[in-house]
């Protein structure tokens, strides 16, 4: 079975431009949710989608948003990005999102 | 709501000798425990976990935890490491409460020495 698949893995774009992530989760699994990872802040959760809805948010901006497709593919967005946006992105898996969730290898964006 | 901390931010170690990265955490609802490893440029790996059911978990390379509910506590334990156990690992709760996401402690950092 295929794991959790991020694209890309690294970007850096310029601040003030917007920037789009991908994840496809594990098949099946109908719970996909997003968290931030920093030196500082350490890994703090985003949001988390299912069934095309959003379940729950963290306390992000309204910047960063999320949505999921029918297939349970997610994308999420950072529109005017800052240079505190800079980190490692991971996407999550599972089943029915309780419980264990299994992780991507991360979108490492780069703000400049 | 919930919280993890992980009390330390690195355990330096022999090779072959045992350690303990400790983990507390709060919560006014049950929670479901894990812990997960993380390797240089890496996702997130899930090492173990604790869901119901019997209080001592283990890994299938050598790595167990046991739940302690009136200490709060999930420790991570190996009787004996490799240099290959080099690593970041991250402890993590989830409540039962339906809210749907992993609250991760700061992370432990593994330096085994040979």
């Known amino acids: 079975k295929a794991g959790v698949t991020q694209t890309p893995r690294y970007l850096i774009k310029t601040r003030g431009q917007q920037v789009t992530l991908s994840c496809s989760p594990i098949s099946g699994h109908r719970s996909v949710s997003w968290y931030q990872q920093t030196p500082g802040q350490g890994l703090q959760f985003l949001f988390e989608y299912f069934s095309e809805t959003q379940r729950n948010k963290g306390n992000f901006p309204g910047r960063f948003s999320g949505r999921q497709f029918s297939n349970s593919r997610s994308e999420m967005n950072v529109s005017t990005l800052e240079l505190g946006d800079s980190a490692l992105y991971l996407c999550?898996?599972?089943?029915?999102?309780?419980?264990?969730?299994?992780f991507g290898q991360g979108t490492r964006l780069t703000v400049v | 709501a919930q919280s993890v901390t992980q009390l330390d931010s690195q355990v330096p170690v022999f090779e072959e000798a045992p350690v303990e990265l400790r983990c507390n955490y709060s919560?006014?609802?049950?929670?479901?425990l894990f812990w997960y490893v993380q390797y240089p440029n890496q996702g997130l790996q899930l090492l173990l976990k604790y869901l119901s059911g019997s209080t001592l978990v283990e890994s299938i390379n050598g790595f167990e935890a046991e739940f302690n509910k009136s200490q709060t506590s999930f420790h991570l334990r190996k009787p004996s490491v490799h240099i290959s156990d080099t690593a970041e690992y991250f402890c993590?709760?989830?409540?039962?409460?339906?809210?749907?996401?992993?609250?991760f402690g700061s992370g432990t950092r593994l330096l085994v020495r040979p």
């Open positions: 993590a709760v989830s409540g039962m409460d339906s809210s749907y996401k992993l609250i």
């Open positions: 999550a898996s599972s089943l029915v999102g309780a419980g264990e969730a299994f």
């Open positions: 919560s006014s609802v049950s929670v479901y």
